[in-house]
RNA sequence: GACCCCAUCGUCUAGCCAGGUCAGGACGUCACCCUUUCAAGGUGAAGACACGGGUUCGAAUCCCGUUGGGGUCACCA
């Protein structure tokens, strides 16, 4: 048998960090079993869906890596057939026609709840002659759900719950106007698409019993089961799209590599001992749906983070420098010139070790990238006061006469100054930082020395000794 | 309210199913080392089995209860 699972959103908005951790999930267990991974999109809510919450979801998932196969599923297109299947359940006397009212229906869910029945519809129609039904009343199609006895469910992460027949009711397959309802449809596509494997949130495992109460009433093969734990807030709240739950693309635009969201989302609820960081084809070998946890885990941004700079440290200069250029380019509101390309790929290896994120790595890298004469932060002003300027007309001389200039031949030379001044590296290090980066944080000095080069590294240094007036 | 689920360091978790570990790791925090700044790296520290009963020679592991948290209760999905 093959694997088939699917990841069902409905384009009501963007893929947040939640269903992101379901698609993950999903694709990663299609993958460890040579399956397939499909996608449906549950667009049955014309009021609600819309095309621009379908277009995030479908980027969210290509920027997470997630490939679907085959092309997604319109849940809308398939409503024909969800009827159909309805009819032919009531052809087999598993469902029939309820012409209740909205009034009468609200009265008894309300008299259910005084009674702590969970059965919320009493099945008034359930054996009542058709014949009886109000005058010009257009009726909804019910399912004959079983009345008593239990229904089990083994699920893979939960593991086997019960519940009694007496919680579920006779719930809705085609509403008044004919347009099947979310339970049947899910129900009918998942069938229709060989869905072997059901992996989402929890939030739909009382969802399951019913849904397999439809099964059954076709006779169908009810699919494995896998409801996983939600994910939380840091204050433990339900991360929810009203709760602060942000998209995938948010997290894109914080600067974090696809490849750390991933690391991260798999990382929460699931595990493989004492594994931390591994790549999604080393997970799509690991995942197991026996190792997903039972309880709802917190997003922690922190560790993202942490991951992010580790992704970031391990990525190739290339690629890298690809992914930070727009951003600069943006901060520079131009393209980057050859001159100021060599310099960011040059940079790239004593930046990219100190980057949290894209953005944290393109803020650091625009000193490189500045024209002359800098502006320097406050923090490094302060460095530039007499003393620092002394230190730094030291460092001038010095490196005016420095050769064949490199990182290793201008840290010679700048040592060999510091040491017959009696001078510690850092009292000249540091107004030399300050005026070739503005800043008073950068990678080592040296190595911006060499990247810069002597002319820009001199230029910068005399912008600060001899500050031109404009 | 009814039904269902969950419970190990601040956070993510290993260990639980097949009782015997100084309850392990990672992130975060703190200290020290390294050091031209900041990171990274190295070393170390603090830090948890929610509570109460059982069962057992022995319980984080099995059972019951309590408390706390979560989810679901539509002609939404």
Redesign the pocket.
Known sequence: MTVVTRFAP?PTGFLHIGGARTALFNWLFARRHGGRFLLRI????RA?STDAARQAILDGLDWLGLEWDGAPVY?SARAERHAEVALALLDAGNAYRCY???EE?AAM?EAA?KW???R??DGTWRDRDPADAPEGAAP?LRLRAPLDGESVIDDAV??R????ND?LDDM?LL???GTP???L?VVVDDHDMDVTHIVRG??????AFRQSLIYRAMGWAVPAFAHIP?I?GPD???L?KRHGALGVEAYRDMGFPAEAVCNYLA???W?H??D?IFSMAQAAAWFDLA?I??????F?I??L??LS?HYI?AMTDDRLAGMVEPLIAGRLASRLTDTQRTRLNAGLPGLK??AKSLVDLADSALFYCRSRPLEPDAKAAKLLDGAGKAKLALARETLAEVEGWTAEST?AAIRATADAAGE???KI??PL?AALTGR????????VLGVLGKSESLGRIDDILEPTVV
């Not at 719950?161 to 009694?164: L, M, R, S």
Request: hydrophobic share 25%; with cysteine.
């Open positions: 409905s549950e667009d049955t809510d609600r849940q209740c009212s909205p229906l869910r709840r702590g029945s969970g919320l519809y909804v939960q593991g719950v019960t519940v009694h919680q809705v509403r008044a106007d309802t979310y339970m449809s929890d939030d739909h495992l009382t969802n939600l939380h433990g709240a339900k929810s990382r929460l609820g595990s001992g004492d931390e190792n946890g039972k309880s709802p885990a917190r922690d922190a560790r983070t942490s700079a440290r070790e100190r840290e510690k590296l850092g290090a540091q930082r008073t944080v950068s990678p080592g000095i040296f190595e």
